[in-house]
């Protein structure tokens, strides 16, 4: 391993998919020793609801589910305990915060996944793909196909994140 491959900033998204931690799994080896993580998680509560008397109140709930998302990884890879991480968890669409924090924490790459849930969807947009054409440094995108399958996915992912 050169010494350019070690000690680096890796930012990597996170939404609980086993596409999502096996980014992580990847972003940790990419890191090398010495380096850092920054695992972005994004959450929000769709704007139809903005007017809405109880809306902070939607908020509130969607940040502490974020705290939940990160909990849970924390706990499950244990990976995570050798090299320096910190959580970002961020209100907004996902592919912006991704890219906001690998600007903020000057990374040399961005690692996501991607849940491939079809082609209507990439019509629309993706996360990966938003990420792709935001991102001034390299990314690795991890498709959900090319994972072993799991019992079930690591925790309940909203289809907004």
Sequence with gaps: MTSETTSR???VGYDGSAAAHAAVEHAIDRAGAGGRLVIVHAYSVPVDYAGASYYAE???DAAGFAESVMDRLERDC????????E???AAGPAGAAIVRAAEYYDADEIVVGSRGTGRVRALLGSVAHDVIHRAHVPVTVIPERSVAPQDGPLVAVPDVV
């Design 9 to 11: 900033t890796i930012v």
């Design 58 to 60: 939607l908020q509130t």
């Design 78 to 85: 244990e990976r995570l305990a050798t090299i320096e991480h």
């Design 87 to 89: 959580r970002d968890l």
